[in-house]
T-cell receptor
Framework: QKEVEQNSGPLSVPEGAIASLNCTYSDRGSQSFFWYRQYSGKSPELIMS????GDKEDGRFTAQLNKASQYVSLLIRDSQPSDSATYLC????????????FGKGTKLSVKP | KAGVTQTPRYLIKTRGQQVTLSCSPI?????VSWYQQTPGQGLQFLFEYFSETQRNKGNFPGRFSGRQFSNSRSEMNVSTLELGDSALYLCASSLRQSNQPQHFGDGTRLSIL
């Protein structure tokens, strides 16, 4: 089983819709969870971090974490063409000093 | 506040050569992590340095090495380059630990001929 799994996509949504991106992880000791956005030819950009179960909202983005199910998701409301990018889920290995493990990313395409 | 700075941005080398990449973290950040990104494998963790000590290491051969200086700047070295080492090498910094938000530099694109 891969440590961090994401659907590679592409996920295509119309402009203005909600995009839902999902990620599962295997290490029950993981404590920190991050979503990064990576535009083609660019480096990853941090957009959300979440550390406890539940929802965390920041503007049009909502991160959801369920540690019992080992599941983290990212919702993008009112999707815009500028949101078209690859979204990377990152999870820390168990322990306070575990390094980040990245999923391979989900490619999102928002159609005007 | 300046971001993470990586130099050089592009490198072309031939098999068997060695290369050194440099990373200057965000001011005040003491943890530096290195990653290799390829289309097939995605982002793979190489190693993390904190206070000049390697704290974590990924599953890469010994040809890949790194170090961190007292000002938190870091370098990574790849010796005896192979064609498969062609990749985007990314450096990321965080305040103290790699489980805190990491911020990436623009990367070094390494091509092996």
């Amino acid at each position: 089983q891969k440590e961090v799994e994401q659907n590679s996509g592409p996920l295509s949504v119309p402009e203005g819709a909600i995009a839902s991106l999902n990620c599962t992880y295997s290490d029950r000791g993981s404590q920190s969870f991050f979503w990064y956005r990576q535009y083609s030819g660019k480096s990853p950009e941090l957009i959300m971090s979440i550390y406890s179960n539940g929802d965390k909202e920041d503007g049009r983005f909502t991160a959801q974490l369920n540690k019992a199910s080992q599941y983290v998701s990212l919702l993008i409301r009112d999707s815009q063409p500028s949101d078209s990018a690859t979204y990377l889920c990152a999870v820390t290995r168990g322990g306070s000093q575990g390094n980040l493990i990245f999923g391979k990313g989900t490619k999102l395409s928002v159609k005007p | 506040k300046a971001g993470v700075t990586q130099t050089p941005r592009y490198l072309i080398k031939t098999r068997g050569q060695q290369v050194t990449l440099s990373c200057s973290p965000i001011s005040g950040h003491r943890s530096v992590s290195w990653y290799q990104q390829t289309p097939g494998q995605g982002l793979q963790f190489l190693f993390e340095y904190f206070s000049e000590t390697q704290r974590n290491k990924g599953n890469f051969p010994g040809r890949f090495s790194g170090r961190q200086f007292s000002n938190s700047r870091s370098e990574m070295n790849v010796s005896t380059l192979e064609l498969g080492d062609s990749a985007l090498y990314l450096c990321a910094s965080s305040l103290r630990q790699s489980n805190q938000p990491q911020h990436f530099g623009d990367g070094t694109r390494l091509s092996i001929l």
